[in-house]
């Protein structure tokens, strides 16, 4: 026997999905607080450490993620990487594709 959805599961299931989506899945961390994102005119005083590259799902299940949710995460992801390898600053290189950036790291605030 086959029965179809009653709605409250279907729209539980969607509120749930959709919550879901603006969720921010990368999160700093503490030593990340203070990394900045900045233009590549920024950093011509700084020390260049080296480059991350960050990548996201751009979709949850079927449903499309924001892209300025995108561009957060992939930014937060880059932070984490440039603390990690003792920088502070990030400059995005290139556009996002496919759910990717890569970011050049700096060392600029001594």
Do not use: W
């Not at 599961?9 to 921010?24: D, I, R």
């Not at 799902?57 to 390898?85: C, S, T, V, Y």
């Not at 970011?103 to 001594?110: G, I, N, W």
């Amino acid at each position: 026997m086959n029965r179809a959805p009653r709605p409250i599961a279907v729209a539980l299931m969607g509120a749930a999905l959709l919550m879901t989506a603006g969720c921010t899945f990368v999160n700093l961390t503490p030593e990340a607080q203070e990394t900045r994102v900045v233009p590549a005119d920024r950093v011509a005083d700084c020390e260049r450490l080296g480059s991350t590259t960050a990548s996201m799902a751009e979709r949850i299940g079927f449903i499309k993620r924001p892209p300025e949710r995108i561009e957060q995460e992939l930014e937060h992801a880059a932070r984490n990487a440039a603390a990690d390898m003792g920088g502070d600053t990030v400059v995005p290189r290139g556009e996002i594709s496919d759910g990717r950036r890569t970011y050049d790291v700096y060392r600029c605030l001594q």
